[in-house]
């Protein structure tokens, strides 16, 4: 049975559709190397998925007393992030069988992420996404970041739909928080299995509390098609 008419599904990026917070580690391990920090840990980096890339680089600038300017360290991360990301990057197994579910009913999908739109592009290039979701829109695009529904509005603006009719996909409670406050619904797949207890992940309308271990193509595309089952997924 296809989904109810007009449904759009809105996905997160990175740690939702990709594994790309390897790369996005590796990209700022280095880059705040080159500004004299040696000791910036996968702990460290974990504290800002979710939230774009600009908040995170101004928030490290300031904790570390880097003197350098924002746009310079940004571009400094783009450009090493897009040398790792075109190497390699993985999509989650069951969010490809998702997505391929999805285009097979005809749902519009998108993507909203804290990336930066050159870092969509490739990332979606690579993986062979791009002919699926061909709609892409970067927090930079927007005023604010999440946890602000700035990108996921704008996203709804631009795929030609309500936020009611809208479903995120989401890794991180800033994420969660901003499909939420956008008014649409969420399914959320929590990349550190530790903040599954967030409120922000809470108030989700479908909860794979275990991450994308958990996750599954057909339990997601049962819900949207208002089969029954758990809110919470394990």
């Known amino acids: 049975m296809i989904p109810r008419p007009g449904l759009h599904v809105i996905f997160d990026l990175d740690g939702t559709l990709v594994d790309s917070e390897p790369n996005y580690y590796e990209a700022g391990r280095r880059l705040l190397a080159r500004y004299g920090v040696s000791d ?66 005809g749902v519009p999908m998108a993507v909203a992420s804290g990336s930066s739109r050159a870092a969509i592009g490739a990332v979606l290039a690579v993986t062979g996404l791009e002919p699926y979701i061909p709609l892409y829109v970067s927090a930079e695009e927007v005023a604010h970041g999440k946890p602000e529904p700035d990108v996921f509005l704008e996203t709804a603006r631009r795929i030609g739909a309500e936020p009611t009719q809208c479903v995120v996909l989401e890794d991180a409670p800033p994420g969660a928080a901003a499909a939420h406050a956008a008014g649409m619904r969420c399914i959320a797949i929590p ?21 994308q271990s958990a996750f599954s193509a057909e339990a997601a595309y049962g819900w949207l098609r208002g089969e029954a089952g758990p809110r919470t997924g394990s």
């Open 191 to 211: 990349y550190v299995p530790a903040t599954a207890a967030d409120p922000a992940f809470k108030a989700a309308d479908l909860l794979f509390a275990d991450g």
């Open 40 to 105: 910036f840990s996968w702990e460290d980096h974990t504290r800002f998925i979710g939230i774009g890339t600009r908040e995170t680089l101004t928030a490290l600038r300031s904790e570390y007393g880097i003197d350098a300017p924002v746009d310079e360290m940004l571009a400094g991360k783009n450009a090493l992030y897009l040398e790792l990301a075109g190497a390699s990057t993985e999509v989650f197994g069951e969010m490809r069988a998702f997505v391929e579910l999805l285009h097979a009913a």
